[in-house]
Every structure is written in structure tokens, then in C-alpha cells.
T-cell receptor
């Protein structure tokens, strides 16, 4: 069975401070893992993806995530938050070669000036 | 590259009415998905097509929802009759094929309000 748990429904940080959005997954098969961002009234945009190559994945806008198989985690980080990062972030698991995408419940990131 | 196109962007209907949504995936993408995103939740898969065949419709409420993908390109999702709890954003996505580098590309969605 496949599932994704995003441990925080809301995260609030100050501009210029680090961001950590946590994600744990469960998958019966070697998974691909993704982070998508959704700005208000916009579509889902891919931030980054892990597909069994390097465990540290770099994405757009300075975000990165580390795949830790032993912890079944794929946390999203950014060294310094920007006001434009305020959005909802979704962690997604896709069992290898199954072409299916299972979403977490999302984490809303608020960035304070 | 053109993205996934959806229309309309917004729709307001009364309960028991019917409504249809349209999706045009990225050219060459064999797999098409319809997701339902209720406010405050992550997207939930309703139906998945591979070309014009249904791969997974286990979460589709078939008594009121239907979907088709004629000729393996465009797709329509219909709700008849609508209920208040169908108020959500309906997202269409497409992906190229199976494999390690597969990712899903999403449209901007249709926001449905049932009153």
C-alpha cells in the first residue's frame, strides 16, 4: 500500500530563516517521490523529484529534499525563506513504474516579514 | 511546450444540476488523470486513463460521476446530479508513460461550487 504523511498542516517562518516541511511515506515498491507547490488559484507546480539517483535532490527556487530510506522520509528544506514561498506544498509518492501519484494532505507555508 | 488545459476555470451550479469539465493534456502524454481536491485536503484520484482505456476508477462515484477520453486525447468529466459535497477543485493531469522519470503535469483546475 502507498501513503504519504505530511507531519505539519501549517508552518510559519520569518523571511530569511530556514524552511523545513516534513514528509514520511509508505510504499510497497521502490518509489519516486515529488514535492509540488500550489500558489493560491494556481495549478500544481513541480518543485523537485527523487527517482533513485542521488538521495539529495535540488529543485527550483532554492528548495532541496533528501531521500532517507531508513527513515522513510523525504523532507523539503530551503536555507532562507522568501515572501514568495508562501503557498501550499504537497509531498507525492509514486510507486516505481506504476504511473500513479498519491498525495499527502499538504502543508501551508506562511512567511512573515 | 503547452501545458495541460482545462475549462471552465470556475463553475457555480445548484444541487441536482449537471456539469461537465474539459481537459486537453500535453501532446503525446498517454496517461490522463482526474483528481478532486476538496478545500484543505490533498488531491484525490478519481480516474486514470491510459490512452482511451480506463486504468483505475476505483474512487469514482459512478452513480453520479462519469468520464471519457475519446480518441485518447481530450477528456471530459461529468457530474449528474451534483451534490453539495461535490464542491471542490477538479484537477486534470497528464504524464508521458511509465518509468522512473515519470512526473505528472497539472492543469490549473476547475473550481466547482454547488449551492
Amino acid at each position: 500500500a502507498q501513503s504519504v504523511t505530511q507531519l505539519d498542516s501549517h508552518v510559519s517562518v520569518s523571511e530569511g530563516t530556514p524552511v523545513l516541511l516534513r514528509c514520511n511515506y509508505s510504499s510497497s515498491y521502490s518509489p519516486s517521490l515529488f514535492w509540488y507547490v500550489q500558489h493560491p488559484n494556481k495549478g500544481l507546480q513541480l518543485l523537485l523529484k527523487y527517482t533513485s539517483a542521488a538521495t539529495l535532490v535540488k529543485g527550483i527556487n532554492g528548495f532541496e529534499a533528501e531521500f532517507k530510506k531508513s527513515e522513510t522520509s523525504f523532507h523539503l528544506t530551503k536555507p532562507s525563506a522568501h515572501m514568495s514561498d508562501a503557498a501550499e506544498y504537497f509531498c507525492v509518492v509514486s510507486p516505481y513504474n506504476f504511473n500513479k501519484f498519491y498525495f499527502g494532505s499538504g502543508t501551508k507555508l506562511n512567511v512573515k516579514p | 511546450e503547452a501545458g495541460v488545459a482545462q475549462s471552465p476555470r470556475y463553475k457555480i451550479i445548484e444541487k441536482r444540476q449537471s456539469v461537465a469539465f474539459w481537459c486537453n493534456p500535453i501532446s503525446g502524454h498517454a496517461t490522463l488523470y482526474w483528481y478532486q481536491q476538496i478545500l484543505g485536503q490533498g488531491p484525490k484520484l478519481l480516474i486514470q486513463f491510459q490512452n482511451n482505456g480506463v486504468v483505475d476508477d476505483s474512487q469514482l462515484p459512478k452513480d453520479r460521476f462519469s468520464a471519457e477520453r475519446l480518441k485518447g486525447v481530450d477528456s471530459t468529466l461529468k457530474i449528474q446530479p451534483a451534490k453539495l459535497e461535490d464542491s471542490a477543485v477538479y484537477l486534470c493531469a497528464s504524464s508521458f508513460t511509465c518509468g522512473e522519470n515519470t512526473e505528472a503535469f497539472f492543469g490549473q483546475g476547475t473550481r466547482l461550487t454547488v449551492v
